[in-house]
C-alpha cells in the first residue's frame, strides 16, 4: 500500500503497510513529528468492519490532534481510554520518541505488538519486546506499565496488530528500507482470518 517516507534530514524514516479483512480495516496507525521528538500508535479497533474502524478512527484522531505539552504517554492512553466509551473499543501500543534525550517512552493495552530492533546490539541497547498491559481501551484501562529506553541511531521500531503473527521480527533484515520490511512482515505473517496492520520506523538522530 502507500509509501511514505521523510526526507533527508528527519527524525525517523518509516512507513506502514495494512490489509482488510473486508472493506473498512479496523486497524490503522498515527505517526506524528512535533518540535521535541515522535509520536507513533497502532490501534486495533475491536473485531473488524466499519464499528472497529469508528472506534480505532478515534483513537488515532485524539493522538493526533493533542496540544504538544499533553503528548505525555500516559496522558495519551487517559485521553484515548476516555474517548472511546462511547465506541466498540479498541487496543493500542504507543512510542514517543524525545529527541534532546535520545530516548523512547512506550506502553501498550491489548495485543499490539511492539519491538524495538537495535542497528547495534551492545549493553544497554539490547532487542526489547514491549511489554503491554491486558485491557481495552473505552472499557477497561489497566494500569500502564511506561518504559523508557535509551535509542540510537538506525534503531527500528516495529508496532503490528494481531492480524501479524506475533513471532515476525525474528525473520526481519532490519537494515533494510522500512517499506521493505512492511511488505514482508504483512506478505509473510499476515494471519489472514483479521485485519492486518505493520508500522516500521527507523530512528535517524541528526548526526552531529
Ligand atoms: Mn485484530
Not at 12 to 19: D, F, K, T, V
Not at 82 to 93: D, H, I, K, W, Y
Not at 181 to 194: E, G
Request: net charge negative.
Amino acid at each position: 500500500m502507500a509509501a511514505l517516507s521523510e526526507p533527508e534530514g528527519a527524525l525517523l524514516e518509516w512507513a506502514w503497510a495494512g490489509a482488510a479483512l473486508e472493506g473498512e480495516s479496523g486497524d490503522t496507525f498515527v505517526v506524528r513529528i512535533h518540535a521535541g521528538g515522535a509520536v507513533l500508535a497502532v490501534i486495533d479497533g475491536l473485531g473488524h468492519g466499519a464499528h472497529a474502524a469508528c472506534a480505532a478512527r478515534r483513537a488515532s484522531a485524539i493522538v493526533s490532534a493533542s496540544p504538544e505539552r499533553e503528548l505525555g504517554v500516559a496522558e495519551l492512553f487517559g485521553r484515548c481510554h476516555e474517548g472511546l466509551v462511547e465506541t466498540r473499543g479498541a487496543v493500542m501500543s504507543l512510542a514517543s520518541y524525545d529527541h534532546a534525550s535520545s530516548s523512547l517512552k512506550w506502553a501498550g493495552v491489548g495485543n499490539v505488538e511492539g519491538v524495538l530492533l537495535r542497528a547495534v546490539v551492545a549493553p544497554g541497547f539490547a532487542d526489547m519486546e514491549l511489554a503491554a498491559r491486558g485491557g481495552v481501551l473505552g472499557f477497561r484501562m489497566p494500569e500502564l506499565r511506561v518504559s523508557s529506553l535509551p535509542v540510537s541511531r538506525r534503531d527500528l521500531l516495529i508496532l503490528a496488530t494481531d492480524g501479524i503473527r506475533g513471532e515476525f521480527w525474528r525473520e526481519v533484515n532490519r537494515h533494510a528500507a522500512p517499506q521493505a520490511i512492511a511488505d514482508f512482515v504483512l506478505s509473510r505473517f499476515a494471519r489472514r482470518d483479521d485485519d492486518a496492520l505493520v508500522l516500521v520506523a527507523r530512528y535517524l538522530e541528526a548526526a552531529s
